[in-house]
């Protein structure tokens, strides 16, 4: 069992309370470390250090700040397959996947650090005489990233390289599921040499320290990627101050199959989607609509990649294709959506069930459901696990009115090889995002920011960058 310390101000400590959590192995239930639970005196602490650090920072010339980004992301590729199964150990995703996860991560620090010469402000005309007008981008300040447990180390990245190379400092917030791998980041960038209190990382529940993070003062922004009902009430928080949000919220994203589809690739796309990190990821299909003509032979085939999944402990055995849930609670919730939905009329075509030969860990079957109708909760909560309910339709504009009766607005899917239904979809489509004949998966270079309750602002690319930016207007008047 590894015993941890939170960062905070470039040093590994203990909190001021001297208590600690545990963090479980959800392949097997056992505890694999002892983290610090800090306390809001800890989070003031660290919010004070990266106020201060953020000073110095933000007048490095971004080529400077760009080199510890490629040095952090040098560390990171270097420790990949540590890192990945300090993922593994505590999240639960086979090593490959975290390994992958690990290294897109790396990825997302080398595009960032490439920014650091193209942030630029505009000169605009100004209608006085001697006049001249700049607007000036600026670090926000102290950004508090708050951060979840499905995909611990790549959300981190994701949120702590633009923010760094655009000049502000970061206060991490794990999830209390997957701190390890965030403590791990910050042995890293000690190891670079970051200077002291850029980068600092405190831990513990959301519902015990988030308050003191984001009320506190001197915090600028917070980014936060989680779920709805905490992004709420971040926002909320938030208001005391009027600190700006950006919300990376839940997803419900529908999968529309259309009757000319390759079915193969619509079946081998959404299976690969359902279960990588067991259903646990924001942008995965969480319904799917095809057309009554192709349903059966669809169903056929998602039935038959369903059967070779196979679960169990990704760190012990990296070749299983799915690992276990985060938690019990995590089971439960899927178990408990499965049952309603059977009670009222869905029938399980595989799975619906925590699979037998597994004793231990909180794992859940691959599991198919069919007649499913849009008013069950399990066509329109959020599953995050790997269920994949399925509805038919007639035509594409049943196909869009399901498909948009949604609170959520993140991502969503469509299988066709028809040019007009594909531009159709895209112009009617209510979601941030919209994959065409393709498995989901973000670029770097995109924007991933979703639409209705799936939150506000974004991540990646150039939008994403500029979240962490404010602008300032100069006026510069002659004689
Ligand atoms: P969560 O909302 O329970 O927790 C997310 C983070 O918020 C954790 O660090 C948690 O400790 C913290 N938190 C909890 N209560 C808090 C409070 N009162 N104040 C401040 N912080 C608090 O979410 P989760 O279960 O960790 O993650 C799963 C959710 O994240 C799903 O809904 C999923 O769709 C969503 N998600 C969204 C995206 C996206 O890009 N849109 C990506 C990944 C995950």
């Known amino acids: 069992m590894v015993r941890y310390k939170v960062f905070i101000d470039g040093e590994f400590v203990e909190s001021s309370s001297g208590n600690c959590f545990d963090v479980i192995n959800p392949a097997t239930d056992e505890v694999i470390s002892r983290v610090p639970q800090c306390t809001a005196e800890d989070v003031a602490r660290a919010v004070e250090a990266c106020r201060r650090a953020q000073k110095q920072w933000r007048r490095f010339s971004p080529s400077k700040r760009a080199d510890y980004l490629k040095k952090m992301a040098a560390k990171i590729v270097e420790n990949a397959e540590k890192l990945g199964a300090v993922v593994t150990q505590e999240q639960g995703k086979p090593l490959p996947q975290a390994v992958s996860e690990v290294k897109k991560a790396a990825e997302r620090m080398e595009y960032h650090a490439e920014w650091a010469l193209r ?37 981190l990245v994701r949120k702590v390289a633009p923010a760094l190379i655009t000049g502000n ?68 928080m938030c208001s005391h101050n009027i600190t700006k949000v950006s919300l990376e919220l839940g997803g419900k994203a529908p999968a529309i199959v259309m009757d000319d589809a390759d079915l193969d690739l619509a079946a081998r796309c959404i299976v690969g989607s359902k279960t990588i990190n067991a259903g646990q990821v924001c942008n995965c299909v969480e319904r799917v609509y095809v057309h009554e003509k192709v349903a059966e032979e669809f169903t056929d085939k998602v039935m038959e990649l369903m059967k070779k999944i196979t679960i169990g402990d990704g760190l012990a055995d990296p070749k299983v294709t799915m690992g276990p849930l985060i938690n019990h609670g995590a089971v439960k919730f899927v178990d408990g959506l499965v049952k309603k939905a059977v009670e009222e009329g869905a029938e399980v075509l595989i799975g619906g069930k925590a699979p037998e030969h597994l004793k231990r860990g909180s794992f859940y079957e691959p599991t198919v459901l069919m ?56 112009n009617s489509i209510e979601a941030g995002e919209l994959y065409i004949n393709r498995q989901q998966g973000e670029a770097i270079n995109g924007y991933h920011a979703g639409w209705k309750k799936s939150g506000i602002g974004g991540d990646d690319g150039r939008h994403g960058m500029e979240e962490f930016l404010q602008t300032k207007v100069v006026y510069l008047k002659y004689r």
């Open 119 to 155: 942030i630029e402000g505009e000169i605009v005309p100004s209608d006085n005489e001697k006049e001249n007008i700049f607007i000036c981008k600026e670090p926000m300040g102290v950004v508090a990233c708050i951060v979840p447990w499905n995909s611990p180390f790549s959300i």
């Open 169 to 236: 400092g970061v206060v991490i917030k794990p999830s209390s599921e997957t701190p390890n791998c965030a403590l791990e980041f910050a042995k890293i960038v000690q190891e670079v040499g970051l200077p002291k209190g850029i980068v600092n990382v405190v831990c513990g529940k959301g519902a015990e320290i988030g308050k003191a993070i984001c009320t506190n003062p001197a915090v600028s922004m917070v980014t936060f990627t989680g779920s709805g009902e905490t992004g709420a009430r971040i926002m909320e």
């Open 371 to 426: 007649n499913c109708r849009q008013d069950m909760d399990v066509m329109q909560r959020e599953i995050f696990g790997p269920v994949l309910p399925i509805m038919t339709f007639k035509t594409l504009e049943e196909a869009l009115e399901l498909a948009n009766d949604c609170e959520y607005g993140l991502t969503s899917s469509l299988y066709t090889n028809d040019l007009s239904t594909a531009f159709e979809v895209a």
